[in-house]
């Protein structure tokens, strides 16, 4: 899947650089003290068949990165550069290393998923994970080595065609120690989600009332098996029902957007000025029942759903 014309202005990508993020820190140290450093700033890949996929834009190894050691089952914090801005499900992977977790460029069928976040509904409303920072806890039966810990969020706010699927993506290098003897199922990157894959080119805006997140099954990795996990999202009409890996939620710095389900009407919270929208908020679109003029900035129209002060 190729950028659509829309997001190929050069002038539009650096209005809205300040609308993306990426992953930097683990347990609140320095940027990129383990985490690779990509070449891109904090724009997001769009090729789904690009091995930018692995570990962003230039990141494909990590020969300056230091490497973190923790003891499987430990949980650590990663660390964002600004909090998630666009809806969509945040995904965690490892990936076995063919030699140091340094000069491994993550190719070859040595990935599997241990945990993911989507959309929680409720009362016909959908809230998505979007935070500044975000606990993952390492599968306590992971095979001891070296690894590459990769955080995937995916930004589905502009729905497809009219727009493509934001991936912003970042890879830790880790020496896990005191492993266990799990064997998952692993797979390939690229390869692991498709360009038409439901799960990043769902309406979020029209009769949006369940979600299947995107890719491979989760892979629990507590055992000496694979443990699979189901991984489908989906909502009752009287309750919603959420069968993911991890029920935690994170507290730093979040940031919450909510959408009406099964209508095309999207609110959104802010603490901008009740003059009109902030910076890089929304500022129109199709159902939007908020500010139609910007505190700051011009109204853009994205696409016939989203208008953005930039």
């Known amino acids: 899947?190729?950028?659509?014309?829309?997001?190929?202005?050069?002038?539009?990508?650096?209005?809205?650089?300040?609308?993306?993020?990426?992953?930097?820190?683990?347990?609140?140290?320095?940027?990129?003290?383990?985490?690779?450093?990509?070449?891109?700033?904090?724009?997001?890949?769009?090729?789904?068949?690009?091995?930018?996929?692995?570990?962003?834009?230039?990141?494909?190894?990590?020969?300056s990165t230091q490497t973190l050691t923790i003891s499987?089952?430990?949980?650590?914090?990663?660390?964002?550069?600004?909090?998630?801005?666009?809806?969509?499900?945040?995904?965690?992977?490892?990936g076995r290393a063919s030699g140091s977790a340094q000069s491994w460029d993550g190719s070859g069928a040595n990935w599997f998923k241990f945990e993911q976040r989507g959309p929680t509904f409720s009362g016909g409303s959908v809230t998505w994970p979007m935070s500044v920072s975000y606990d993952v806890t390492i599968p306590s039966g992971v095979p001891s080595g070296q690894w590459l810990l990769r955080a995937e969020q995916i930004g589905i706010h502009n729905p497809y065609p009219a727009g493509d699927p934001q991936f912003y993506i970042g890879c830790a290098q880790l020496e896990i120690t005191n492993g266990g003897s799990c064997s998952p199922s692993y797979f390939s990157i690229p390869g692991h989600i498709q360009a038409l894959d439901p799960g990043i080119t769902v309406n979020i805006y029209s009769n949006f009332n369940s979600y299947t997140f995107p890719g491979p099954a989760v892979q629990a990795c507590t055992g000496g098996g694979g443990n699979p996990v189901t991984t489908t999202t989906t909502r009752t009409t009287t309750a919603a029902t959420q069968t993911t890996l991890v029920t935690r939620t994170t507290t730093a710095a979040t940031t919450t957007r909510t959408t009406t389900a099964a209508t095309?009407?999207?609110?959104?919270?802010?603490?901008g000025s009740s003059g009109g929208s902030p910076l890089y908020g929304q500022c129109g679109g199709i159902g939007w029942t908020?500010?139609?003029?910007?505190a700051a900035g011009t109204c853009k129209e994205l696409n016939a759903y989203y208008s953005q002060c930039v």
């Open 72 to 94: 499987a089952g430990s949980k650590i914090t990663l660390g964002l550069d600004t909090a998630v801005y666009h809806n969509g499900p945040i995904l965690f992977y490892l």
């Open 264 to 271: 095309t009407t999207r609110t959104t919270t802010t603490a």
């Open 290 to 294: 908020g500010p139609t003029s910007c």
């Open 1 to 63: 899947m190729k950028i659509s014309g829309i997001l190929a202005s050069g002038a539009f990508l650096l209005q809205t650089a300040s609308a993306h993020y990426i992953f930097q820190t683990i347990n609140g140290g320095p940027a990129y003290q383990y985490f690779r450093t990509n070449t891109n700033y904090n724009s997001p890949v769009v090729d789904t068949t690009s091995n930018d996929m692995r570990c962003n834009v230039g990141a494909l190894t990590g020969g």
